[in-house]
């Protein structure tokens, strides 16, 4: 059974950190970029940062760059958020994405992931 189980969401004042965890099964994730996506209340679906399959290649949104760092431990199956300097505006529900073959940072929808995660909260007060 293919899983993407994500982790370390919460409650952090604005300036503060977190890191957000996301670890694989059922299938190669090494074969896989990943993403991380994020929906605020009331608001659609975006994309927020993504890492090739060997981690070499990294790709953030303008809104997180110089604020949020995307890694991966293939050794692990897990991909990593880490959240500096977090904002009101940061709180959303925090997805990852396995795709075999979208570049991070290029345009795709939603169907163009095989696997998604469950979503893990973020909040983020003022």
């Known amino acids: 059974e293919v899983q993407l189980v994500e982790s370390g969401g919460g409650l952090v004042q604005a300036g503060g950190s977190l890191r957000l965890s996301c670890t694989a099964s059922g299938f190669i994730f090494s074969n896989y970029f990943m993403n991380w996506f994020r929906q605020a209340p009331g608001k659609g679906l975006e994309w927020v940062s993504g890492i090739n399959n060997h981690g070499t290649t990294t790709r953030y949104a303008d809104f997180v760059k110089g604020r949020f760092t995307i890694s991966r431990d293939n050794a692990k199956n897990t991909v990593y958020l880490q959240m500096y300097n977090l904002k009101p505006e940061d709180t959303a529900v925090y997805y990852c994405?396995?795709?075999?073959?979208?570049?991070?940072?290029?345009?795709?929808?939603?169907?163009?992931?095989?696997?998604w995660g469950q979503g893990s909260q973020v909040t983020v007060s003022s």
């Open positions: 994405a396995a795709s075999p073959k979208v570049v991070p940072g290029t345009p795709s929808r939603p169907g163009d992931y095989d696997y």
